[in-house]
């Protein structure tokens, strides 16, 4: 399952002044060899688990069994989580599933239950979807990590008091918990209370955690072929831990992206040209910017760094962002995802009252899309707007599997070379503490008479 | 329906060094002045009908009646558009109509059709779409003010035959186009073939046709109100057309970016807290990028100006992006939108067997997400990133119609203030002529030719 990068026009001599020269590269060669001893000594002391998810075996034959016992039992399965424990899960069902699973009855799924993420706490997409559902015929797989993340929690709370309301005996057994191995409220629910449950795997973070059961259990459960998800991960696990930058896709990447936030260009665009793609752009968006986006470098410093991942979709976005990328500041790098076979082959036919359009007929959709696609990376490149392009031979389990290791793999290494540490997220602390003082729990006064003070104090503008 | 902008937060005596100082609001007075007068006389003299696009009440009528009609006939409406074609419809949809629209059988949708929106040419999103639906059941709307937009003109043509091939007679009842008053090829079929027809406006641009029949015709038909929504925006248009500074929230709000865009704030997010205003702020998207994004000056200096808008979720991206947003570079605005009333409450039950979560108990989503939202912004703003908030009493027809309204002419003045025009978009026309070269059009040789050279004369890279 190869997946090309073409870096042509992210190059100086032909996107011109704010591409790369090849020097440039050549120089982070040194970095990029540190940083991949580095990245290879911790995995080897068992710090950098994510490298080894799609080794797992054991972990797919719990996943599977489970899977396939939900998916006999129930018409509907709910996640419930945010972040981490949502976006891998919806990226990779809409990449692989049928596209309108959900719209489909249950031949057209498979005999596959239906599959909704509530990753918001917004009363209206909660409420809303529960009126929708059965509570005899729905599951919940309840994620979180922590197993206190306070919009999974309070979505579960909502959730179990529903079933219980209205399946009497046995609700628990419409609940899978989805938690750390041994802490936590979630564990402990598993524990005392009969829960099933999973393990989320130690010292794999949330974003990390798309080939561990968290998307797992949901994607075999809605019959998505997670083994050949595994494949895919397993194959490109080769070629992003080859030493070298020019042997490495991965670290290329990486260096390419770091190179070009160097010369201004913070705006990280993804773009696949595949609606099955769109929101694995959406995964990248919370993998690159949580993981890059720190104020402070290894050794200490304050500074503030971090490119900012944008999703776009083509054709779509050529209506809607391409302007801004041709004219506004040259401040964006373009990744885009090709796909070379879509799997389906949609002629365009001809219509006889509109001899207008006979210049489109006999050629098809696909051809069409692939055109605009490198219409719009050639018109990019002659303005001078560095892009690459990422090649999928086709959006298979395989291909999709190798594509989001290869992009864990590469934020890992993008890490070393910002210098900051790619694993944590201590910016949204603040914003938690705030939470909680304003939900009035107890331990968070002192936040709460911070809250009111400030409003207290502040001049309020508005009109 | 009053629209409450507070810009506490974007000020310097509040959020420090990256915040706008009073005087620098004041000094841009005399400008809005001048930008206002030039907006009325405009407006006066015929040139900007997006002012009185709220006002038509013939437009409604016609919309109205031929809305019933399609919806007594059929239980499938299938969108082709793109860009402007297609954003507003999927934005107001997702706000005001059933959250699971789709999903319902016919008595949840009010009897209304279902709403597809296809703005893309991928094989798999148009193939896989029209393969769950009835052609005997499903009408399809043809939106392109130019009648030549290749996405667009390409689904019509694979559109009409899957029609003729299963509806022998009257196939063209399956179609009504949307399309310039008097030019271009849809208008000339409607014409000459008896399709069905409604008219854009002249003189209104893509991404300005919400409040036209390109959105108002599907809205009407799967059941939205359009008068509120109208009537919403007729409200506004009161607001947004003061003269000054202080008592005018567009020029308020815009006057606050282009000073944010100045201090180096080149990235605004627009960040709802409401997962039905998610794709307001997707709309919005294209409203500001496309419109600012601009390599000349109205007196042809080359300024490569332009924020890039994002779109963001809360809370869904507090869990994504609130990290970078908190640590990463001091590049971005954060626009949050705040909803006082979401239509439904959402207790938080208590949950025995977890005392744990006791602190919840009691509590409800709405108050959660409300909660969640003022401690990001306060958050933010305690760390030196400007912020600000735009509330809407509740996600209802007239709000909407009012937000949407207001951020159009936000944008008209914001294009004043970076002294460009935010009526055209030239920088698409290279990929356009790339792309029908590729298609092998005749008149394209050159662009064909120059397509070629460059694949000849570059040296490609790639792994």
């Not at 069994?65 to 018409?75: C, P, Q």
């Not at 009969?194 to 795997?201: D, K, L, Q």
Request: net charge negative; proline share 5%.
């Amino acid at each position: 399952m190869e997946i090309k990068l073409d870096y042509t026009n992210m190059m100086a001599d032909v996107a011109g002044e704010h591409g790369i020269r090849e020097e440039e590269l050549e120089t982070l060669a040194d970095r990029i060899g540190t940083i991949h001893r580095d990245l290879m000594d911790r995995r080897e002391k068992g710090s950098l688990p994510v490298y080894d998810l799609p080794f797992d075996r054991e972990q797919v034959e719990e996943v599977r069994s489970l899977a396939d016992s939900l998916a006999e039992r129930f018409d509907n399965l709910v996640v419930l989580g945010i972040g981490g424990s949502a976006l891998g899960t919806i990226a990779v069902s809409r990449a692989l599933g049928p596209f309108h699973h959900n719209l489909c009855d249950a031949q057209g799924r498979n005999g596959r239950p239906r599959l909704f993420v509530l990753d918001n706490v917004d009363p209206v997409g909660v409420g809303e979807t529960l009126e929708i559902l059965e509570p005899q015929r729905t599951c919940f797989l309840v994620i979180s990590k922590s197993g206190s993340t306070v919009e999974t929690m309070s979505q579960f709370m909502v959730a179990q008091h529903w079933v219980r309301e209205q399946v009497a005996d046995a609700w628990r057994d419409h609940f899978v918990l989805l938690t750390d191995p041994t802490s936590g409220p979630l564990r402990k629910l598993a524990r005392e209370e009969g829960f099933r449950s999973c393990t989320i795997p130690e010292k794999v973070g949330g974003r990390f955690t798309v080939l561990t059961p968290v998307s797992l259990l949901p994607l075999a459960a809605t019959g998505i072929d997670i083994e050949g998800l595994l494949a895919g991960a397993a194959a490109m696990a080769d070629q992003v831990t080859r030493p070298g930058l020019a042997d490495n896709p991965a670290y290329l990447n990486a260096a390419l992206q770091y190179l070009a936030y160097g010369k201004g260009l913070k705006i990280s665009v993804l773009m696949p040209y595949s609606d099955r793609l769109r929101d694995v752009a959406d995964w990248f968006r919370q993998l690159w910017a949580e993981s890059l986006g720190k104020k402070f470098s290894l050794s200490g410093d304050v500074v503030h760094v971090g490119p900012t991942p944008v999703r776009a979709l083509g054709t779509t976005d050529q209506h809607s962002q391409v302007q801004l990328y041709m004219e506004g500041p040259a401040d964006k790098v373009v990744t885009f995802v090709a796909v070379e076979n879509y799997g389906r082959q949609v002629a365009i036919p001809s219509f006889p009252e509109a001899p207008e359009l006979d210049y489109l007929a006999g050629h098809s959709l696909n051809e069409l899309i692939a055109s605009e696609r490198q219409a719009t990376a050639l018109a990019l490149t002659q303005n001078g707007r560095p892009n690459c392009t990422l090649s999928l031979p086709a959006v298979t389990p395989e291909a999709v599997g190798a594509l989001l290791y290869m992009l864990e793999i590469q934020t890992l290494v993008a890490g070393g070379l910002f210098q900051i540490n790619p694993l944590d997220q201590p910016g949204v602390e603040e914003g938690k503490k705030f939470t909680h003082a304003l939900m009035g729990r107890a331990g968070f006064e002192d936040k709460k008479a911070e809250f009111d003070a400030f409003e207290k104090g502040v001049k309020r503008r508005s009109i």
